[in-house]
C-alpha cells in the first residue's frame, strides 16, 4: 500500500457578478480611468510588469486577511473538493493573525539594479558593455551575475528562428538584433564573459526542454548553455531558460518572457536530469552517457527550486531507477522545503515529518486522499508537520 504526494500551489478565485447594466458600464468605465492612472504611475515609477504583478498580490493578500474573508478555491482537475477537518476552523481563525515574514535578502540586488539599468550608450558593442558590467561587479561571481541578469532581461528568444531552423548568431549579431535561440545566448554570454576575464566556456549538448517527451531519443545535439569557473569550481549558467520558457501553440513554439533566477549557478546533480554535456564537460562523475540520461527518471527543476538536494535525489536515481520522485511546480513566492521525504511512495507504517520555510505564507495545508485538510504549525513563517498516512491516494501540500 503507497501514496503519492505532490508540492502544489492553489491560489484560483472565483468572482460573481450579476447583470446588471448600469452598474456594468460604471465598472467598465472605472476599471479603464484606474488603468490609465495606474499605468502612467508605474510608468513613472519605473515598474516592471513582475513588480506589478507582486504588488497587487500582496495587496490582495493584505486585503483578504486584514478584513478576515476567505476567498474560494478551485480544486485541480485531479482532486475533489476538500473536505477540512475538525481544527480546520481553528487554523483558518489562526491565519488571520499572522504577521507575513519578508522574504530572503537577494545578495545580488545591487549588482541586478545596476545591470538592469544599463545606459543604451553602453550597449552598442561588446567592449563598452563589458567596460560597464565590469565597472561595479569585482568578483568573478558578480561578473557572472552582471552578464546574466543583462542576458536574460534584454535578449529575447527568437521564435522564428527556432520554429525555422536558421543558423545561429555570432555574439555581435546577438547584441544588435536582442533576440537569439540558445547558441546565440551562450555565444554572447561567452564573449561577454572572455572580455570581463572569467575562465568560461560555452556547452552545447542534450536537453529535456521545450516540448519534452520521455520517450525521445536525442539524435543530436538541441541545446547550448555555459559554464565558469567559479573560486575553483565550475559552475553552470543557462541564460537561455533563465530568460523565460515555451509553451506549444498549434505545433509551433511560443517563448514567454518570464526571468527564472534558478538558472543562475546550478549545481551539476541537479542539472543533470535535464542538461547532457556532449563533449567533455560533464561536471559529475561519473557521467551519464546519452543512453542512460535519456532513460534517467525524469525531474522536474520545480522539484530542486523548492530546495531538495540534487546530489541525494541524483544517488537515489541511480541506485534505483524506478525510483519515483515527487512532483513539484514552480510558485510565486518563496518556498524552501527543509525536510521532507524523497520518495512518492508513502507507507501506513510510518510517520513523516515535513518542515517547510513559507516566509510570506499565512497557511500551509495536507491533503489526504480523501480530501481531508490537515494544518501544519506554524511558526516565525516555518511550518511543520508529523504525519501518518491513513488512507490510500495523493498527498498534496
Known amino acids: 500500500m503507497e501514496l503519492r504526494w505532490c508540492l502544489s500551489q492553489r491560489h484560483h478565485l472565483i468572482f460573481i457578478f450579476k447583470p446588471m447594466k448600469t452598474f456594468f458600464k460604471f465598472i467598465i468605465y472605472s476599471v479603464f480611468l484606474m488603468i490609465l492612472i495606474g499605468g ?4 513613472y515609477q519605473g515598474l516592471k510588469p513582475n513588480d506589478i504583478k507582486a504588488l497587487f498580490a500582496e495587496l490582495i493578500e493584505d486585503i483578504k486577511y486584514s478584513k478576515g474573508e476567505e476567498l474560494s478555491e478551485i480544486p485541480s482537475p485531479s482532486t475533489s473538493t476538500p473536505k477540512r477537518t475538525k481544527d480546520s476552523k481553528k487554523g483558518s481563525n489562526s491565519a488571520k493573525s499572522y504577521s507575513l515574514l519578508p522574504l530572503p535578502p537577494n545578495p545580488f ?48 528568444y527568437d521564435d522564428y528562428a527556432f520554429n525555422h531552423g ?32 572569467l575562465e568560461i566556456k560555452k556547452v552545447t549538448g542534450y536537453a529535456k526542454g521545450y516540448d519534452y517527451d520521455p520517450s525521445y531519443v536525442f ?59 556532449a563533449d567533455a564537460d560533464c561536471l559529475i562523475s561519473p557521467c551519464p552517457s546519452k543512453k542512460k540520461f535519456e532513460k534517467m527518471t525524469y525531474i522536474e527543476p520545480s522539484l530542486f527550486k523548492l530546495g531538495f538536494d540534487g546530489k541525494t535525489i541524483y544517488k537515489s536515481a541511480v541506485a534505483n531507477k524506478s525510483a519515483s520522485f ?29 518542515e517547510i520555510k513559507v516566509p510570506r505564507g499565512y497557511e500551509v495545508v495536507l491533503i ?27 498527498v498534496q501540500i
Open 166 to 197: 536558421l543558423q545561429a548568431k555570432t555574439a555581435e549579431e546577438v547584441l544588435a538584433e536582442r533576440k537569439a535561440v540558445c547558441d546565440g545566448f551562450s555565444n554572447l554570454f561567452l564573449a561577454l564573459g572572455e572580455k570581463m576575464e
Open 109 to 156: 540586488s545591487n549588482i541586478d539594479n545596476k545591470a538592469r539599468k544599463c545606459p543604451s550608450s553602453m550597449e552598442g558593442n561588446l567592449d563598452s558593455l563589458a567596460s560597464y558590467l565590469q565597472s561595479f561587479a569585482k568578483k568573478d561571481i558578480e561578473k557572472a551575475r552582471a552578464i546574466y541578469i543583462w542576458l536574460t532581461d534584454n535578449i529575447d
Open 219 to 277: 539524435e543530436e545535439t538541441d541545446h547550448a548553455w555555459n559554464i565558469i569557473k567559479i573560486n575553483g569550481d565550475w559552475k553552470i549558467f543557462d541564460a537561455t531558460w533563465g530568460q523565460g520558457y515555451a509553451v506549444n501553440v498549434k505545433g509551433k513554439m511560443v517563448s514567454k518572457k518570464k526571468f527564472d533566477d534558478y538558472w543562475f549557478d546550478v549545481p551539476p546533480h541537479e542539472a543533470i536530469f535535464t542538461h547532457l554535456p
Open 40 to 43: 502612467t504611475w508605474c510608468y
Open 368 to 394: 489526504d486522499g480523501i480530501g481531508e485538510w490537515i494544518y501544519f504549525e506554524r511558526e516565525n513563517g516555518v511550518f511543520k508537520l508529523n504525519y501518518e498516512p491513513k488512507t490510500k491516494g495523493e
Open 326 to 354: 515527487p512532483m513539484a511546480y514552480d510558485l510565486d513566492t518563496y518556498v524552501s522545503v527543509v525536510e521532507a521525504p524523497i520518495f512518492t511512495a508513502l507507507e501506513f507504517s510510518q510517520t513523516y515529518y515535513f
